[in-house]
């Protein structure tokens, strides 16, 4: 698996604005799988709760349930990150919350593929 350290994340959070910054925000704050990741809809993220409920994932271009029971599950999200979210989605309440200009959602490899961000480098951990 890859991670990055936490001055890391701070240097690609610098770096990026917009959509890719509320995506790896929620990313690193959230730790939600990519699957369940992709997967949000505009709807399923409460602003004002600062939340975000996670009921469906998207593997392998199809969208189903979450991988396991205890997957279906809500989200507590800072209030820094909710406001950014707030801002990205600008009064959106339909669609994938990272969706493409076809309305598909993102795909995963932003965050599957462990690359190079803005000089930050993931470093790979043993769950072992």
């Not at 593997?59 to 599950?73: I, V």
Request: aromatic share 10%; glycine share 8%.
């Amino acid at each position: 698996m890859w991670c990055y350290a936490f001055e890391e994340v701070k240097r690609i959070l610098a770096h990026t604005k917009g959509a890719d910054r509320v995506f790896f925000w929620l990313v690193a704050e959230s730790g939600l799988r990519a699957g369940e990741l992709i997967a949000l809809r505009a709807s399923d993220v409460d602003v004002e709760k600062v939340s975000v409920e996670v009921t469906k994932a998207i593997w392998n271009g199809s969208e189903a349930n979450p991988k396991t029971e205890a997957a279906f599950r809500c989200v507590c999200i800072s209030s820094r990150l909710g406001s950014q979210v707030k801002e990205y989605l600008a009064g959106r309440a339909d669609g994938y919350l990272f969706q493409t200009s076809s309305g598909n959602p993102r795909g995963a490899s932003n965050v599957l593929e462990p690359k190079a961000q803005h000089g930050a480098r993931p470093s790979r951990y043993s769950e072992d």
